[in-house]
């Protein structure tokens, strides 16, 4: 029903930049936050930037002043600009969103793209 496809990972070295993108496709009625969450080799997956449909914005600790999120509403995509990288950014980097599928019943639900590799080198 829903689909989250991203692209945009690779392989740069630290202090470079990289832009990730995520587009939605499928059927549905809306989609409220969207966001970029990565998970890197035994650990925890984590939150690195949210946005809500409204544009209000959200960052990791660790990603403020470097990372950018952006989203285009009619196109259905998020955008995660990442700049002044460091090793420790190294991770799979996950697109999320929180849709809804019907006008009525249930609420929003979490969906994921497959993720993208960022890999960052010293």
């Known amino acids: 029903q829903v689909q989250l496809v991203e692209s945009g990972g690779g392989l740069v070295q630290a202090g470079g930049s990289l832009r990730l993108s995520c587009v939605a496709s499928g059927t549905f009625f809306s989609i409220n936050d969207m966001g970029w969450y990565r998970q890197a080799p035994g650990k925890q997956r984590e939150l690195v930037a949210s946005?809500?449909?409204?544009?209000?914005?959200k960052y990791a600790d660790s990603v403020k002043g470097r990372f950018t999120i952006s989203r285009e509403n009619a196109k259905i995509s998020v955008d995660l600009q990442m700049n002044s990288l460091k090793p420790e950014d190294t991770a799979v980097y996950y697109c999320?969103?929180?849709?809804?599928?019907?006008?009525?019943?249930?609420?929003?639900?979490?969906?994921w793209g497959q993720g993208t590799q960022v890999t960052v080198s010293s």
């Open positions: 946005i809500t449909s409204v544009g209000v914005t």
């Open positions: 999320n969103a929180f849709v809804k599928i019907y006008s009525s019943g249930s609420g929003y639900s979490p969906y």
